[in-house]
């Protein structure tokens, strides 16, 4: 029986916007690319969700004194 398969390059395939230690997370409406943001906002903009990967990504530096922080305090 044949399966359907998808290509690795297919799922390797990502549109999250990620600048340092900042990332706005990619997904899919009726097939049209758009970011999550912050407080459960979307946009559909780019320009905008790399706006806000750079917000977090300072956010997170600014509270940060070493990167092992980064897996043993939650950030606010």
């Known amino acids: 029986m044949a399966t359907a398969t998808v290509?690795?390059?297919v799922m390797?395939?990502?549109d999250n916007i990620s600048v340092g230690?900042?990332?706005?997370?990619?997904?899919?409406?009726?097939?049209?690319t758009a970011w999550g943001l912050p407080g459960g906002d979307i946009t559909y903009s780019e320009e905008i969700a790399l706006g806000w990967a750079?917000?977090?990504?300072s956010k997170i530096r600014?509270?940060?004194k070493d990167v092992t922080e980064l897996t043993?305090?939650?950030v606010t």
């Open 72 to 74: 043993t305090r939650k």
């Open 62 to 64: 600014a509270q940060i």
């Open 21 to 32: 230690y900042g990332e706005v997370p990619a997904i899919k409406i009726h097939g049209i």
């Open 12 to 14: 390797r395939n990502n």
């Open 7 to 9: 290509a690795k390059s």
């Open 54 to 57: 750079i917000k977090l990504d």
